[in-house]
Every structure is written in C-alpha cells, then in structure tokens.
C-alpha cells in the first residue's frame, strides 16, 4: 500500500518539479554561444521565460487563494472562541488569540495629507515619517524635467530635485505574451504536438 499524499510531500513534488524545469531552461540557454544564436534560439527564450512567468503567476494565484482561506479560518476560529466564551486558547498543536488593536488608515485626499504634514512640521517629526515611494519620485522628477525641457530645452539639462542625485539611465529587458494572450507552456505545445 502506498503512503498517502500529504500536502508538504505535493509541494515538496511541486517545487522539485518546477525547480527542474528552471535548472533544464537555465543550461539549455547558457550553453549558446552568442555567435550561434539565431530568431529561433530567441524565440525559444521567449517561450520559457514566459512559461517561468506562468509558473509565477499560478502560484502567487495559489498563494493568494490560500492566504483568502487563511483568512476565513481565522475568522471563524474567532468565532468558536467567542463561542466558547474565551479570548485565547492553546491547543497541543498551536494557539488561537483573539486581539483588538486600533489603527488609522492613510490620508485620503492631498488636503488631508497636507495637514497632517503640516502637523508632523510642528513636531518636528516630518522627516522621520514622510516618505516618497521610487515609483512616486520617478513619476514626479519626469513630470518637472519634462516642464523644464518645454520652458528652456538647453538649461534642461542642468535640471535637478533637491536631494535627489542626478537621473540615471537603467536598461533591462522585459519579455511578455502577446497582448490578450497567456503566453503557450512548452507543455502545452508538446500536448498538442502528440495529437
């Protein structure tokens, strides 16, 4: 007879399985020579790494529907602890607490940011919680380097934010299905091919 299937023993299956995959993709594109590559060896490229992209997206789906049922559990577990009339339990294998804690959610609009920035001024507790996100900082130094060019294109060039050190070209390469397409899993392909 064999042993039951526990769920560590099908993830442990399933990260074997797609770390494989990711090893067998790796050296079957590191053993080309620059010299050698042609439209198909790119085209095979792009056909694994969005299949690693896929295998990424499956499980940040799975992870995101576990994390839900997660969630749903607690929340009944609350409920048996109300139940049960107790704030807390400990079980041979784990506890269950029920806690309250306040919290605030995050200015809405730009005039309420304004004020609490202006409050955390009169503190002095502003550069200890005011914060730009990369993305926020990015979208703004563009916008302001854009205006620039317009006003005087020749002293663009010269243009800087405060504190912010000078603009910096990053490239990178991104590879994507085609638009209103999931990208075609090399097993799906090898599937149809047997038909």
């Not at 007879?1 to 050296?27: H, N, Q, Y």
């Not at 992870?63 to 559990?73: E, H, P």
């Not at 504190?163 to 990053?170: E, K, L, R, S, Y």
């Amino acid at each position: 007879m064999s042993e039951p299937i526990t769920i560590p023993k099908l993830l442990s299956t399933v990260d074997k399985f797609v770390m494989t995959r990711v090893e067998e993709i790796d050296e079957y594109h590191a053993e080309r020579k620059i010299e050698e590559v042609t439209v198909e060896c790119l085209d095979d490229l792009v056909v694994d790494v969005l299949e690693l992209k896929n295998i990424v997206g499956l499980l940040a789906d799975l992870s995101k529907n576990v994390n839900k049922a997660i969630m749903r559990l607690e929340g009944r577990a609350g409920s048996y602890l109300e139940g049960l009339g107790r704030d807390k339990y400990d079980s041979p294998d784990g506890g269950v607490e029920k806690k309250k804690e306040w919290h605030v959610c995050m200015p809405e609009s730009d005039a309420a940011k304004l004020q609490l920035f202006e409050w955390l001024k009169s503190k002095d507790l502003f550069e200890r919680y005011a914060t730009v996100n990369s993305r926020s900082l990015n979208s703004l130094f563009m916008a302001e380097w854009e205006a620039a060019k317009k006003r005087d294109p020749e002293a663009a060039i010269l243009f800087t934010l405060p504190g912010v050190p000078d603009p910096q070209i990053n490239e990178y390469t991104t590879i994507k299905a085609p638009k209103g397409q999931r990208a075609k899993r090399k097993v799906d392909q090898d599937e149809s091919d047997q038909q």
